[in-house]
């Protein structure tokens, strides 16, 4: 996952000129000042961004150091991005009224325990707790990191430089995580992985607090606890339901709850968001219809990202069990391009618009899944996921910046921070679905297959047996990873099959996700009003 320069600043950052700096502040110490706002608020950003990436080179070693089933490995990547969804918006306030180099300060200390939780956790409860952890420090830092940068820059043009800075670190993360966990897994040790995100986030933290500038918005808006409070519990009931469901059943009572309750608590968020003078989500921002497309296309373009990228990682990891190197090298395929093509997007997108590049990104987002939901579980040949990876890579960095360009510029100028607040949060809903919903659907149809085929099999009883137990207690990932040998490990075959059969159905729903994107992005969008490129990089020149 990758956050988007301008959705990330809180509302009153954006919607205001950046702040002129005093004359008597020019000179050596402010450039000290400058700089070194600059160098915490980048590193902290990347350091965060490793924490959010880095379970998606090491589900297969989570699953075998953890013995997990199924929705155990989704909500280690799921805790991390449901915490960042759920408390975002609040942190940007938080940071506008208490300063946000404290905010900054305090994320970069939550990832440092969480991350150190991550690394000592004898089961995967506590990894759950860790990642939830990293999640909430993330979400604190993604806002306030960047509210540190525009409030430094003097004028447009040092603020465009400063974004182009910051969002090539946090890019840089997204690439950089995947491999630090492949190759320290690929060691012997994927818990070293988490060791150097602590350390090197306990290095932001001190930098932080010793060269950033402190700062604040004279235009705060106020807290909207009871948003905030059914907001959050309303999310999250229903991503639990949806986690649970492919294993414990969809008619389950404390599932069917979940989602019941859930639903409600969101219904009454929506209430009381018409309702409340300073609104957590304004809601008035959807009766635009090119934002409420373009907020439409952020879910579901990023759940498709997401999506493709977890059933990746599972492929690869607890099905096949390949080397987490190769799983490491190939997500730079998946993030790399939306760092190396910054300069390239930014051109295109002045050339031909924020839509076209939207439709071709999705199009291309699409093509990759597609063709890897063609792919045969027993082929290991890792060099067929090149292809695909890249075209879904190659998709994720045209859509990114785009989707912000066309929400923000769809609304009044004085409404344009909490579109871009808003354009944030609904993307990061898209993030925290992509596991959560492909896992569900991948799950569900291995389970379904799996039953039926140790059912119809030619196996012994004394195979047979363990197999199904095992099958019923775990899913077909915890059959899957039998050793050999032991009672019920003949049926392995069976769940490798199904588990085929369930994220090759997982690459199709991501498939056809993404291409619902790039249609609603071309046919939806038409008469999009498109930011004054030539002005901005008049600006920043």
Not at 99 to 125: D, M, W, Y
Not at 172 to 183: D, R
Not at 393 to 399: C, E, I, R, S
Not at 462 to 471: K, R, S, V, Y
Request: aromatic letters at 8%.
């Amino acid at each position: 996952m990758s956050h988007d320069p301008e959705a990330s600043l809180p509302a009153a950052t954006q919607s205001s000129p950046p702040p002129q700096v005093p004359p008597a502040q020019q000179g050596s110490a402010a450039k000290r000042s400058i700089r070194g706002t600059m160098a915490a608020a980048s590193l902290t950003v990347m350091v965060a961004q490793i924490a959010n990436a880095l379970p998606g080179a090491l589900n297969g070693e989570f699953q075998t150091t953890f013995n997990t089933v199924g929705s155990q490995l989704t909500w280690i990547t799921a805790a991390f991005m449901v915490l960042v969804v759920v408390f975002e918006l609040t942190f940007g306030l938080l940071g506008d009224k208490f300063g946000h180099r404290k905010l900054v300060i305090g994320g970069a200390a939550f990832v440092a325990v969480g991350s150190v939780v991550c690394a000592l956790a004898p089961t995967v409860q506590l990894m759950w707790v860790g990642s939830a952890i990293n999640g909430l420090g993330a979400g604190a830092i993604f806002p306030a990191s960047l509210a540190l940068v525009a409030a430094v820059s003097r004028n447009m043009g040092e603020r465009i430089r400063g974004i182009a800075i910051w969002a090539g670190f946090l890019s840089a993360g997204s690439a950089l995580s995947p491999l630090l966990g492949g190759v320290l897994a690929g060691l012997g040790s994927w818990r070293g992985a988490y060791v150097v995100v602590a350390v090197v986030s306990l290095v932001a933290l001190v930098l932080t607090a010793l060269l950033a500038r402190e700062a604040f918005s004279p235009h705060a808006r106020s807290l909207d606890i009871w948003g905030q409070v059914t907001f959050a519990a309303g999310l999250i009931l229903v991503l639990f339901g949806l986690v649970q469901g492919p294993e414990a059943g969809w008619g389950t009572g404390y599932v069917l709850g979940s989602l019941v309750i859930g639903a409600v608590l969101l219904a009454v968020f929506v209430a009381i968001e018409l309702k409340v003078e300073s609104p957590l989500l304004d809601l008035r921002l959807f009766r635009i219809r090119q934002f409420t497309v373009s907020s439409l296309v952020a879910v579901v373009g990023m759940f498709a990202f997401l999506g493709a990228c977890f059933t990746t990682s599972m492929w690869l990891g607890p099905v096949q069990h390949q080397n987490p190197l190769f799983l490491g090298l190939l997500f730079l395929l998946l993030q790399g391009p939306a760092f190396v093509l910054i300069p390239v997007i930014s051109r295109l997108q002045a050339r031909f618009g924020s839509r076209w590049l939207m439709t071709f990104g999705f199009i291309s987002m699409g093509a990759g899944a597609l063709i890897a939901s063609g792919f045969d579980v027993l082929d290991r040949d890792v060099t067929a996921f090149i292809l695909p990876c890249l075209l879904v890579g190659l998709g994720f960095a045209f859509t990114l910046s785009p989707m912000t360009a066309i929400a923000v510029n769809s609304v009044p100028r004085q409404l344009t921070g909490m579109a871009s607040a808003t354009t944030n949060l609904l993307r990061d809903l898209g993030f925290a679905l992509g596991p959560v919903l492909v896992g569900a659907v991948a799950l569900s149809a291995a389970g379904s297959r799996l039953v039926v085929s140790l059912q119809t099999s030619n196996l012994t009883p004394d195979q047979l047996g363990p197999a199904m137990g095992i099958a019923e207690a775990g899913g077909p990932i915890a059959l899957n990873s039998l050793p050999a040998g032991v009672p019920g490990a003949a049926g392995s075959e069976f769940a490798l099959a199904a588990l085929g059969a369930g994220f090759a159905q997982a690459y199709l729903v991501v498939a056809i996700a993404a291409l619902a994107a790039a249609a609603l992005s071309y046919f939806g969008l038409r008469g999009a009003k498109e930011p004054d490129m030539d002005e901005a990089v008049h600006q920043s020149a």
